[in-house]
């Protein structure tokens, strides 16, 4: 079954390897643009809609073709009659990911974790997907768990960073998890190739100033 390959509103998926990028921009952030890591494109395009929390994706779903249409009436009947298969509700998640059905996508994830809850990848999905229907708390609890599971884990790093700094603005707690990723990844860098280590220590001589 073909995966889809469209970025969801505002979102980068990564591949063999964690990319871990922040978006700047002269004044600052911009907004809070956050990963999945599930699958293998590079860095998809990002658009700037769905990083604004609370967008549900009712008004900005993707356009399906009639091959993407098929794959999800497969996905679906597979998992009427194949219930207790992980892989089909994981695969029914990723798709509604990227068709920007956020409330649809955290149902597959949370009944494909309910059957397996070891997967960290997916459980850094399901956070994307309730940071972008807007509950926060909710998001950083899915990156929470999977830093349980691996505390190492840079894009759940990464994303706990941004909600909490973006979203939460909880500057202290968002520099801690932004730390631990570069202790984890000393080379972790923003696109224009600025280190995210300089970044942090910008941001704390910005919240003593």
């Not at 059957?115 to 807007?134: E, H, I, K």
């Not at 520099?175 to 280590?197: D, F, H, M, R, Y």
Request: glycine share 6%; with cysteine.
């Amino acid at each position: 079954m073909p995966e889809p390959t469209k970025a969801l509103n505002g979102y980068v998926k990564t591949a063999n390897m964690y990319l871990i990028v922040m978006v700047t921009l002269a004044v600052g952030f911009l907004g809070g643009v956050i990963f999945s890591s599930y699958r293998a494109s590079s860095v998809a395009t990002v658009r700037d809609s769905a990083s604004v929390p609370g967008n549900d994706g009712a008004s900005d779903q993707l356009p399906m073709s009639q091959e993407q249409k098929q794959t999800l009436t497969a996905l679906i009947q597979a998992t009427k009659t194949t219930p207790d298969n992980v892989n089909v509700w994981t695969q029914l998640g990723h798709f509604y990911f990227d068709a920007g059905q956020h409330e649809k996508a955290i149902q597959a994830y949370e009944k494909s974790l309910e059957l397996d809850g070891s997967r960290p990848d997916v459980w850094t999905d399901l956070g994307v997907m309730y940071r972008c229907a807007g509950d926060l708390m909710q998001a950083v609890q899915c990156f929470d768990r999977v830093l349980a599971i691996n505390d190492r884990h840079e894009v759940a790093l990464f994303n706990k960073g941004i909600v909490l700094m973006h979203d939460i603005n909880d500057t202290q707690a968002a520099i801690k998890a932004l730390e631990k990723l570069v202790e984890v990844n000393p080379n972790a860098q923003t696109p224009n190739g600025q280190s995210v280590k300089s970044m942090i220590d910008k941001i704390k001589k910005g919240s003593s100033s």
